[in-house]
């Protein structure tokens, strides 16, 4: 199996950015770390889950789809050659379901150029990122089946390299490689992934969360409850690397020119399935986030969620950043009460 | 599905042909294709939906109410009821904007040859159903009785008055029509719910397929009906109103458990959605 160096890993990014947009974990003033335009200084190895999945990279928070110049459009279709370095398991599943509704039954040509400009080179993950890490329960990690470029697996001051497709062999051209006995780069995968399962605990409030929904055995009241709590910030989707809903808005600039744009929207605010008539048929906040979480646990795709449990991936960040406690932890907790 | 050249959200220009008035807010637009085509090139079926952009504006899911039948023109009822209408109204004779689409499951036209057809609309819900009511009108030998149920809440909400009046002069449709409330006391027809209009008819349940489109409570009630009457829920259709903002199953604004209403829908067999508690 192939090898990188550990200490050679700023170089070989540095040598990937002078063709592709680069983002990697970078360590922000406040501890923090993002997915950000790499940059030798602030870039770590060391770092925990990022605030942010990289979704953004093929489904930006907001889009220009039109130009529009006196009265005529123009799609604007804007693909840059991007790499992701660094993303976890829960993240490569996250886009490999995204990346399935979005080029199902109808081709979506903006996500999917984006898509195909980008290359994925997984971090396997070596432990729990924090306490809301449940991918060992979602099936989607901590390493990823498919789906990446390269998934890299740190092992001390060397980097297994797994290679997932022909764009990953090619990115590994002129790199300073070494090679590992299969044998033993085995023993070395197989230690990596017992040692990672053993900090994820399977959570089995979610199997058996996702049987209630399927039976239809849940008490309205534990909708109504987090109804009552939710405000309707919408953070839970914005975060959740499987949530694709958009909105399209258009902005007028001079009498026949402007922009048609989509957004990032979210099944938590009140319009979002208002109707022209006035009627809404989720009229109650209870109802919005029932829909929210039945999405995610009772009525996914069955394709799109490719090899994993459901359409939520486990990476826990709505449980990490909603504000009143709502995210999928809480949720599978109350129903299964 | 149209022409998309690839991507999904490509637009075509239209102009408009004629504007009608209907009732207060509700005007009829005749549409012709500015490439000099007919509607033939559209591929429209009886149920389906376009998006109406407007640049500036933004887009708006408007039900077709012309049939394939007759490619000339296309026709779309439309309220004034947001940004995107209101801009709509603005416009006259010979005005272009663009629409997408066709989009969505419309009516099971073959499915439905040879039967015969109880339509039940309520309200603006007769603005798609009547591309169906067109079409097997003009494909009469196609289908066996045409029953229409037609309910509006008052005498003033008639859409549609003078095709609907025209009625009265075939005997190969039979239609009733209902307003819930007729405080002037002009209306010569019934006056009551729609629903009371099934004590008025005699109907062959298991030979008749039932098709609706109206408000959410108007389904409740005519559905009750239809099952009390012995009608199969396989022989029950009906078309529902979402926010279908991409029309194309991806903004996930329509969703409704695992369906997306723009794509699956808006035409639903009954047996489709009875068992998701939201659909209705």
Redesign the interface.
Known sequence: MKTLAKKDINKILSIWSQKHDVLAPTKMDNGDCIFSAFDEKAFTLDYKKPPLSPKSVFFPQSEI??R?EK?R?N?V?AAKKALIFGLRSCDMMGIRQASS??SR?????YYQARQNAAATVVMACPKAQNETCFCTTTLSGPVAKKGFDLQLYDIGDTLLVEIGSPRGEELLTGMPLAEMEESQAKQKIDEFLQNAILTIPEVKSVIDAMNKLKDRKIAEKVWDDFGAKCITCGGCAFVCPTC?????????QAA?E?I?L?AW?A?LYSG??????G?N??ASQA?RLK?RH??KLL???NTDIQDGLCGCVGCGRCSDYCPVHIGTLEVVKAITG | MGDHCGNIYQLRPVSIIRALPQIKDHRLFQLKLEDGTTWESFGHQPGQFIEVSIFGKGEAPISISSPPTRSDTLEICVRRTGRVTDALFEMGKGSTFHIRGPYGRGFPVDLLKGKKLLLIAGGLGLAPLRSLLLYSLDKRKDFDDIILMYGTNNPDNVLFKYELLSFFDRDDINYLYSVDRDDEGIWKQYVGVVTGLFDRTDLSPAETYAVMCGPPVMYRFVLQKLLKLGFAKEHIFMSLERMMKCGVGKCGHCAFGDKYCCIEGPVFPYPEIENIKEAI
């Open positions: 789809i039109f529009v009265n459009y799609e279709v509704f979005m039954d109808n081709k979506d040509i694709t809903c958009f909105n399209v808005y258009d902005h007028q026949g402007g048609r989509r929207d099944c979002f399935t208002r109707e022209a008539s009627h048929p989720r109802s829909r039945e999405h009525d996914y795709n």
